[in-house]
């Protein structure tokens, strides 16, 4: 009976990993895809940019109406730490799924309500002061979005499988991406003119309701993370501040995410969006084969990432952003040398190798950054510094690159600046020390500083 006895425990202790391992996968799985439906909605505003500047901003320079598109575009970037605060403080006060909810309620709720805004033909300016509001609902939403979702990936992950994990997250974010390029790009090519500026270009963002209803329900039917639920009635969190002990105790962990924030985003915003627009403005490629060159690019960073959040897995979200940041100083100017030679083929292979260093950096910065903050600011410290890093590295990286080309003639600019900005991560890197965990605390304590 002793044998038997002494041989049922880990039998049980088994079966209660194994459901612990299920509810994980279900729960990432939520979370991605989520964060699918947030960044298509999010997205597909820049795709059909063109029509939106006809249809709101009608203006005998189509310049002017679609700058004004684009400044509306980017408002939705101003309000992103403002939803991280809010979207922060719902996730570490009342729960992670909670937060993740509404965000994408909201999310879903604005891209809808762009598809069914009538024009300024039919509403004045009515019209476009509409279109500024829902969008920056879009942006306040997005906000809260990927930092409580990276949050309740690590916290529900294996521990040693937490950057393949959360990995997955930026690998999905460049499918949602793609489909928004995609349905945009087939509205486009379906109906004629008229057709797209009176009706067509609202499809893409109706799209956005039945997706919002799928993603809703996966999150729906997930449980808080057990570190979370475990904690939520500890005086820490019932009675805390996430924003204000954010900023008054953790300053210094804070800069640093800022800043890792900051270098991911300057190689996303100038390698899958400014990219686009250099081959075709800039190196006289057209705008089919500069699309087509970086969908394929954007692609092989989808299945790229993972790849490194498995290496990640086995030698730290450290590790991953050092590599990453290494690679960008070494491979950037060879990959923009490839794409300036006139050929499509050493074009594509140009921004391939420009993908090594960028899907490093995806898998090892949302690993990294859930790691500065112990778990009851965790989704606030997460969701404001890559927002504020957002708003600095995207807002600037590709109007950095745009400036200095035309100020200096070099078509080697935004390498430079590539190069510039792996220079910097590895400076940061090296400033971050990992702690130990406290006793008996093996994932409630932040690992880094």
């Known amino acids: 009976m002793n044998n038997n006895n002494v041989m049922a425990e880990p039998v049980v202790q088994t079966v209660e990993e194994t459901e612990q391992t299920r509810k994980a996968k279900k729960a990432t799985r939520a979370a991605v895809f989520g964060t699918f439906v947030e960044y298509y909605d999010f997205s597909v505003y820049g795709y059909v940019a063109a029509t939106l500047a006809m249809v709101f901003f009608p203006s005998d320079d189509a310049t002017t109406g679609l700058l004004n598109t684009f400044l509306v575009f980017g408002s939705a970037f101003l309000v992103r730490p403002l939803g991280a605060i809010a979207f922060g403080w719902l996730g570490d006060k009342v729960g992670r799924r909670f937060s993740l909810i509404a965000s994408i309620t909201l999310m879903g709720a604005a891209a809808t309500l762009i598809g069914l805004l009538p024009g300024y033909a039919q509403i004045g300016v009515w019209a476009p002061s509409l279109l500024v509001v829902l969008r920056m609902l879009q942006g306040f939403s997005a906000g809260g979005e990927i930092g409580g979702a990276a949050s309740y990936i690590r916290e529900w992950a294996p521990p040693k499988r937490r950057a393949l994990y959360i990995s997955f997250l930026p690998s999905i974010a460049q499918f949602g991406k793609g489909l928004a390029a995609a349905i945009a790009g087939l509205a486009a090519a379906t109906f004629t003119d008229p057709e797209m500026l009176s009706w067509g270009w609202r499809i893409p963002f109706l799209l956005a309701l039945p997706l919002g209803i799928i993603g809703l329900y996966m999150r729906l039917s997930i449980e808080d993370s057990p570190e979370f639920a475990s904690k939520k009635n500890d005086a820490e969190v019932k009675k805390g501040q996430p924003f204000a002990e954010l900023i008054r105790d953790f300053r210094k962990p804070l800069i640093k995410v800022i800043m890792i924030a900051m270098v991911q985003n300057i190689g996303t915003y100038i390698g899958t969006v400014f990219i686009a627009a250099y081959f075709s403005s800039i190196l006289g490629y057209s705008k089919g084969e500069a699309s087509t060159i970086v969908l394929i690019a954007v692609i092989l960073a989808a299945f790229l990432i993972p790849l490194a959040g498995q290496l990640g897995s086995y030698r730290g979200g450290k590790s991953i952003l050092r590599y990453s940041y290494l690679a960008y100083a070494v491979l950037s100017i060879p990959s923009f040398m490839l794409m300036q030679q006139g050929s499509v083929n050493l074009a594509m292979a140009g921004l391939a190798l420009g ?36 708003v600095i590295g995207g807002g600037s990286g590709p109007f950095l690159a745009t400036w200095l080309i035309g100020a200096t003639g070099n078509q080697s600019t935004p390498a430079f600046i590539l190069c510039a900005s792996g220079l910097l991560g590895l400076i940061v890197i090296s400033t971050v020390r990992k702690n130990a965990p406290a006793a008996g605390d093996d994932a409630n304590t932040h690992q880094f500083s």
């Open 355 to 390: 993908m090594i260093p960028y899907a490093f950096c995806q898998a090892g910065t949302y690993s990294v950054m859930p790691e500065f903050f112990p778990m009851h600011i965790r989704h606030t410290g997460v969701a404001f510094g890559h927002s504020v890093g957002a």
